[in-house]
């Protein structure tokens, strides 16, 4: 759908014709630190390098979608395993802090959920193939 078909869809007091009527907020001037700027920039190139690797894996058959890979990072990086596993996409995320930098994927030996399709070990999905987190979203 359209953000117009949306919109029109959405029940609200003194809803104007159209989205494009409406008033949005005013931007944010937001400032980052050096450190911050320094780490960004660090990840997307990490991201980037990542991205490459898991597009020759897919292309060789080692995997189908991207969210069947285990990355294995070598870099001093600081960030968590947990993030990195979030906004990559993938299985699974082990850094190992050296000082050289390399990335290897690798296929995860994880379950697939079957309701929303990512890659858990065993002790996060139950006998019936579905995740802890889609499990309390079915019993609700």
């Known amino acids: 759908h359209t953000c117009e078909e949306a919109y029109q869809l959405f029940n609200k ?30 990840f997307f190139k990490l991201k980037d390098e990542i991205y490459n690797k898991l597009e020759i894996a897919r292309q060789d058959g080692l995997l189908k979608k991207p969210n069947e890979a285990l990355v294995i990072i070598n870099d001093n990086f600081d960030i ?16 190992i802090k050296e000082n050289k930098t390399s990335i290897e994927i690798k296929k995860s030996s994880f379950k697939r959920c079957d309701r929303c399709w990512n890659y858990f070990s065993k002790q996060i999905i139950d006998d019936n193939n579905i995740c802890l987190r889609c499990l309390e979203v079915i019993n609700k």
């Open 13 to 42: 007091l003194n809803k104007k014709q159209s989205i494009n009527l409406e008033e949005f907020p005013e931007t944010l001037d937001v400032v980052f630190s050096d450190n911050e700027l320094n780490m960004m920039k660090n």
């Open 80 to 95: 968590s395993t947990s993030l990195l596993k979030r906004w990559l996409n993938v299985a699974e995320v082990l850094v």
